[in-house]
């Protein structure tokens, strides 16, 4: 009596058709399961996949369907050229997000070794990205979260050259300006060229915080548990002693929360108040100048 035919182990072109992924997602998955570059997926799309790399796919692909991002999946994230970490301490850094970088660029491009302060950082992409557009920058950055710091320290360690002029990004623990305590806020040393930040800004009833990605980032990070603009006003009516004359802050926020946003600096005094859009035409990012 003869054995009957066994299946042949399907192969990388075949495993990826059959993927209830989007294509994008299946061959990021596929490619990080056999530590392959992505283009090798087509130039080796007719090699067969032994079980053990099946398996870890088939884990990969698991996880997404159940609905946690590829970022944390894969555990990087590409931001402003860099491939940050990325794991479930942290927001996932975001394309719109790199407007608040080239917003920041622009504004100090003029100074020599600018003084960046970054409030909430998370991964530290605004922070880094800052830092190594201008390795003159003096960049100071705080989080609350001792876990977050961990993720952005490593991801400055892994990204930026240690021989840089501004030297190394100062990471602070603490709550907004509560992480500069222990010194005069009228210190130079503490007076920055610009501020920037990311904060939480979604309103607690927003469905999105319960859709996507978002279910599993970290929810600190996204809202503020109230109208989506408390950690703004703070961030705002707290920025004057740590800006120089003639400094920055732009503060990204959400959709709908520009003219909101306006009225704040405005009435703090700040000069020059405009909002920018991102990509997508939405004013995602707003600022003005301490006069």
């Known amino acids: 009596m003869t054995a ?20 994008l997602e299946a061959r990021v998955l596929l490619a990080h399961a056999l530590g392959w570059r992505r283009t090798e997926l087509i130039t080796r799309g007719g090699e067969s996949l032994d079980p053990n790399a099946l398996a870890a796919f088939r884990m990969l692909e698991a996880r997404r369907v159940a609905g ?15 491939e940050f970490d990325v794991t479930p301490d942290v927001l996932i850094p975001r394309p719109e997000t790199e407007l608040l970088v080239e917003t920041a660029l622009a504004a100090i491009e003029s100074i020599p070794r600018p003084r960046v302060l970054d409030l909430g950082t998370g991964s530290g992409a605004i922070a880094v990205a800052i830092a190594s557009a201008r ?22 360690a892994k990204l930026l050259d240690p021989g840089r002029p501004g030297g190394p990004i100062a990471w602070m623990a603490g709550d907004w300006y509560g992480a500069l305590d222990g ?15 990311n ?8 469905p999105h915080l319960d859709e996507g990605d978002l ?13 989506g ?63």
């Open 229 to 291: 603009l408390t950690a703004i006003r703070s961030i705002v009516l707290g920025s004057g002693p740590f800006l120089a004359i003639g400094a920055s802050l732009w503060i990204e926020h959400g959709y709908d929360q520009a003219a909101s946003v306006r009225a704040l600096l405005m009435a703090a005094g700040f000069a020059d108040v405009r909002s920018l859009q991102d990509l997508a035409g939405i004013e995602r990012t707003t600022g003005g100048r301490r006069v």
């Open 135 to 156: 390795p003159d920058a003096r960049v100071w950055a705080v989080d609350r979260s001792g876990a977050a710091l961990a993720v952005a320290a490593r991801n400055a």
């Open 183 to 197: 010194a005069s806020p009228a210190s130079p040393a503490l007076q920055f060229d610009i501020i920037v930040t």
């Open 68 to 82: 946690e991002p590829i970022a944390q999946i894969v555990g990087v994230r590409e931001f402003y050229g860099l």
């Open 215 to 227: 279910r599993f980032e970290p929810r600190g990070a996204l809202t503020d548990e109230s109208d």
């Open 4 to 23: 009957g035919p066994t299946s042949a182990a399907p192969t990388v072109t075949a495993v990826l058709r059959a993927c209830p992924l989007a294509p």
């Open 199 to 206: 904060p939480p800004y979604i309103a607690s009833g927003d």
